[in-house]
């Protein structure tokens, strides 16, 4: 769990509760390899209970906007991220997914791995949620060129997330797609944004970007240097969106 404050004005701070799994079915670095985890940790209880536990009394102690609790992660971090926070929208106000596979696209490793090299073979169920929500405000981030998480997954989460929001007749429309030069690459954003004007999700796709974290550190695994920066990218979708509600300290994380 990681707190640190909204730099852009005085006030509350918010929460994330990130799980980086590093490298899906990937070296991680130290001579181990990530399982992809797609599938099998999906709904309440389990793996998504650990973030989701403690962030509320976390962010209570470190004098948070209860509000503002958001989750991310990076390819398998990722797909757990969009886990936790369909989940618990009790708890998460937005989520961020980057170089990941949709949440419930496999069932197992073997199939893991299929969806990680080819993209899922049919499109994912809608995100659905409890507490009144049709689904958590996503910012979607993915390499054109990544090898290792395939393109394709990044494009499915999109679209579960637009027919979420069609089948909740939220009347939100896509904005058309901006072509940027952010850093040395370009990248293409759409948004989908409802008829207030709010952003309810983005989508970035970076072109050239393999599987690694977009505008990180230089010589850092699995991070590329060269834009856009998906940090602020991020950041500033998260910051954007609380939940309506919170319940109170002492009400527990149901499994």
């Known amino acids: 769990v990681v707190h640190h404050p909204d730099a852009r004005r005085r006030g509350p701070h918010h929460l994330e509760a990130a799980r980086h799994a590093g490298g899906a079915g990937e070296d991680r670095g130290d001579g ?12 309440r209880g389990g793996e998504a209970a650990m973030p989701a536990a403690p962030a509320p009394d976390a962010a209570r102690k470190a004098r948070a906007d209860r509000a503002r609790i958001h989750v991310a992660g990076l390819s398998a971090g990722a797909a757990m991220a969009l886990t936790v926070a369909s ?7 937005a989520v961020a997914a980057h170089s990941g596979a949709p949440e419930r696209s496999a069932d197992n490793v073997f199939a893991g791995l299929r969806v990680m090299k080819h993209g899922p073979r049919v499109a994912p169920a809608a995100f659905g949620q409890a507490g ?29 997330v637009v027919s979420a929001a069609e089948g909740a ?22 948004r989908l ?10 989508s970035w796709t970076v072109q050239g970007l393999a599987h690694a974290w977009s505008g990180g550190a230089g010589g850092n695994p699995f991070s590329d240097p060269m834009g856009p920066d998906a940090s602020t990218a991020i950041a500033e979708f998260l910051i954007a969106h609380r939940l309506a509600s919170v319940a109170p300290i002492g009400t527990g994380i149901a499994g």
């Not at 989940?87 to 106000?93: S, T």
């Not at 007749?169 to 759409?190: F, M, P, S, W, Y």
């Not at 944004?193 to 983005?202: F, M, N, P, Q």
């Open 87 to 93: 989940a618990y929208p009790e708890v998460f106000a």
């Open 193 to 202: 944004v409802d008829g207030g004007g709010a952003v309810l999700a983005e």
């Open 169 to 190: 007749g939220l009347g939100a429309v896509i904005d058309r797609g901006d072509a940027l030069q952010l850093g040395r690459r370009r990248a293409t954003r759409r």
């Open 132 to 160: 009144g929500r049709p689904f958590a405000p996503t910012i979607v981030i993915h390499g054109s060129a990544d090898r290792t998480v395939h393109p394709g997954n990044g494009e499915a989460i999109w679209a579960a």
């Open 32 to 43: 181990g390899r990530m399982e992809p985890q797609l599938g099998a940790h999906h709904g």
